[in-house]
């Protein structure tokens, strides 16, 4: 029974262990500080496999660059005598770029507001746009103050519409829904439909790792700049975009999985000095420099998507990426394109995948240390379990463009791994106890052996003799015990040593020691206790034994009578010995004076000095 008890309790402390894992991530994933965090974390584990990986990407050589980087920033400013420089330049530009026939021209940069006393610029500019299908531009939506700026209308043709099958991406957030735009050139915006946002947004930790391929503006839905450009060099045109139920953004055979807010997760690539995060990248003032040279063929532009931007950092367009921390915002535009044509974007897992990943690798973590007995070996393979499974995580980044995340189930791990470590302590000292018990309880009766009645006998004796107190002894033997076993049968004396026991253990304090002495003797030690209150304790379990009816088996109830005999220390005793010698000579008195009672020696050596002087 004991042991069916013991394995019974291993198994509900595993149970629990494993309802606990539940309960610490029930809580963490709902509690918004606490999950908050813990993304911060798993973010940054995707910045360490971005940059492990980023060596073994390369960039797309139809990708080009022209900065406005410190050089052109500074030249540009004394070549012209202001900054910004004014927009007829821009305007030659994009023309003697046409003359090597790229396929697109983008500007990451807003025209914004007319220049004074510069209409004729502005006017280059917006012919230019007028007279170029591939040439595009940016604008910005936000939710500045109404007062401070008025809303614009925009023209239905930069609009764009988006039939989503997707149950969980959420187009009504407020990182992709404004109410405000920042107005540029109206000619800009009559001459082309080629105008696309340049919004972005940062994780909570400040770094750009998505990016809003779509944002809403009064309620109706504008394409990134880079959506449009890219698909100007695919040669693809969308009136309306469509979101299958895996939230996936299909263009023809790419797919573009967004997150639940409509953002794609960007695969970065490798950022090397001098190029905007790795591409090939030219400088504007050279640039310009070989337009007024007639040395423009020097570049190649041919078949070429041209991303013209800032990466100054005095025009503040500058962002910290998982690989790059200083990014300009062109370079962004650039890896969303060229993710689009490796059709190579991140694939999130969602939360109840990893927490499928944690429970399998909870679940190995548990029969590891169920297995493995050493401490060090199943730490040793713990870790092992932890670090292939980062290796492996980092490997499907790599190939599959997924994203596993590892901060979950590696502290899932964690807590599972403690908390089994508690299990094991607890088993053990269960293991322990049940030892302990059984090498020190009588089987049949349930109390005390012998041994541990000599062990508790000597402790108690020298504790006495140390502190100068005292400690009794009580033995107790059942009468006419034989006649049970003879008469009815073992199994009936088996049952009354049980019952005899069990009625003493109910007639003494909780500090007192029930043993069984040998055969059908048993005994109790008493710490603490004179000579006088141990004999009433006697007599309190004399007289329970004799009023109760002791049950035989199923039909057969008889009387049950005991004797007993009690010694004290150092009153009857100087030693284990002694005591336990002074016992059993009150318990033999009581036997041959009629049984059924406590014998006291003392007494009766009186009491026949009293009769001889009579």
């Given at each position: 029974?004991?042991?069916?008890?013991?394995?019974?309790?291993?198994?509900?402390?595993?149970?629990?262990?494993?309802?606990?894992?539940?309960?610490?991530?029930?809580?963490?994933?709902?509690?918004?500080?606490?999950?908050?965090?813990?993304?911060?974390?798993?973010?940054?584990?995707?910045?360490?496999?971005?940059?492990?990986?980023?060596?073994?990407?390369?960039?797309?050589?139809?990708?080009?660059?022209?900065?406005?980087?410190?050089?052109?920033?500074?030249?540009?400013?004394?070549?012209?005598?202001?900054?910004?420089?004014?927009?007829?330049?821009?305007?030659?530009?994009?023309?003697?770029?046409?003359?090597?026939?790229?396929?697109?021209?983008?500007?990451?940069?807003?025209?914004?507001?007319?220049?004074?006393?510069?209409?004729?610029?502005?006017?280059?500019?917006?012919?230019?746009?007028?007279?170029?299908?591939?040439?595009?531009?940016?604008?910005?939506?936000?939710?500045?103050?109404?007062?401070?700026?008025?809303?614009?209308?925009?023209?239905?043709?930069?609009?764009?519409s988006v039939i989503s099958s997707s149950k969980t991406i959420n187009f009504q957030n407020e990182k992709i829904s404004f109410s405000n735009c920042r107005f540029i050139l109206p000619g800009i915006i009559n001459a082309t439909s080629n105008?696309?946002?340049?919004?972005?947004?940062?994780?909570?930790?400040?770094i750009v790792r998505t990016l809003p391929v779509f944002v809403k503006y009064r309620d109706d839905f504008y394409p990134h700049l880079g959506l449009k450009t890219v698909n100007e060099y695919l040669n693809q045109k969308y009136d309306i975009y469509n979101?299958?139920?895996?939230?996936?953004?299909?263009?023809?055979?790419?797919?573009?999985?967004?997150?639940?807010?409509?953002?794609?997760?960007?695969?970065?690539?490798?950022?090397?000095?001098?190029?905007?995060?790795?591409?090939?990248t030219y400088s504007l003032f050279d640039v310009i420099e070989a337009m007024e040279q007639n040395t423009l063929n020097e570049?190649?532009?041919?078949?070429?998507?041209?991303?013209?931007?800032?990466?100054?950092?005095?025009?503040?367009?500058?962002?910290?990426?998982?690989?790059?921390?200083?990014?300009?915002?062109?370079?962004?535009?650039?890896?969303?394109?060229?993710?689009?044509?490796?059709?190579?974007?991140?694939?999130?897992?969602?939360?109840?995948?990893?927490?499928?990943?944690?429970?399998?690798?909870?679940?190995?973590?548990?029969?590891?240390?169920?297995?493995?007995?050493?401490?060090?070996?199943?730490?040793?393979?713990?870790?092992?379990?932890?670090i292939i499974y980062i290796i492996f995580s980092t490997f499907i980044m790599h190939y599959f463009n997924i994203w596993a995340g590892i901060t979950l189930p590696l502290i899932m791990m964690t807590v599972t791994f403690i908390l089994m470590y508690i299990y094991k302590y607890l088993i053990k000292a269960k293991d322990l106890e049940y030892t302990y018990k059984l090498a020190t309880t009588d089987a049949m009766t349930g109390l005390y052996n012998h041994r541990y009645f000599q062990e508790q006998m000597f402790l108690s004796v020298e504790t006495a003799k140390r502190y100068e107190g005292v400690t009794s002894l009580i033995l107790i033997d059942i009468d006419f015990f034989k006649k049970f076993n003879d008469t009815y049968g073992h199994q009936a004396g088996d049952a009354v040593l049980k019952q005899v026991a069990q009625v003493i253990r109910q007639n003494i304090r909780t500090t007192d020691i029930p043993c069984r002495y040998g055969g059908e003797e048993m005994s109790v030690i008493l710490s603490n206790t004179n000579y006088e209150k141990a004999l009433l304790t006697a007599q309190k379990i004399c007289d329970a034994v004799a009023s109760k009816q002791f049950k035989l088996n199923s039909v057969v109830t008889v009387n049950v009578t005991i004797s007993l005999g009690v010694a004290s220390f150092p009153k009857d005793a100087k030693s284990v010995e002694d005591m336990i010698e002074f016992a059993d000579k009150n318990l033999y008195l009581a036997k041959e004076n009629g049984r059924n009672q406590v014998g006291n020696f003392v007494k009766q050596n009186n009491e026949n000095e009293n009769i001889d002087n009579n």
């Open positions: 029974m004991d042991s069916l008890n013991f394995n019974f309790n291993k198994k509900n402390v595993l149970i629990s262990s494993i309802f606990a894992i539940f309960i610490i991530f029930f809580l963490i994933l709902n509690f918004s500080n606490i999950a908050g965090f813990f993304n911060i974390i798993e973010n940054k584990t995707f910045d360490l496999r971005q940059n492990i990986i980023a060596p073994y990407k390369k960039v797309s050589n139809d990708i080009v660059i022209i900065t406005i980087d410190d050089k052109s920033y500074e030249g540009l400013t004394q070549k012209f005598g202001e900054w910004p420089v004014p927009r007829g330049v821009y305007a030659k530009l994009v023309d003697d770029l046409q003359k090597q026939h790229p396929k697109v021209i983008t500007f990451d940069l807003m025209f914004v507001n007319p220049m004074r006393y510069m209409k004729e610029n502005d006017n280059a500019l917006i012919r230019v746009f007028e007279k170029y299908q591939n040439l595009y531009t940016a604008i910005n939506f936000d939710n500045q103050d109404r007062r401070s700026r008025k809303p614009i209308e925009l023209p239905e043709k930069l609009m764009t105008i696309g946002h340049v919004n972005m947004t940062r994780s909570d930790d400040g979101i299958d139920k895996n939230n996936n953004l299909l263009l023809n055979n790419i797919k573009i999985p967004l997150n639940n807010e409509g953002f794609a997760i960007l695969n970065w690539y490798e950022s090397q000095n001098g190029k905007v995060g790795g591409y090939t570049f190649d532009f041919k078949d070429k998507i041209i991303l013209i931007g800032t990466s100054a950092s005095s025009l503040y367009d500058i962002k910290s990426a998982p690989t790059d921390k200083f990014l300009p915002g062109v370079g962004l535009i650039a890896t969303f394109i060229n993710n689009v044509l490796d059709n190579n974007f991140i694939y999130k897992l969602n939360i109840q995948v990893n927490l499928i990943i944690s429970l399998l690798l909870s679940g190995v973590t548990i029969l590891i240390l169920l297995l493995i007995n050493s401490t060090f070996i199943s730490v040793a393979l713990t870790l092992s379990l932890a």
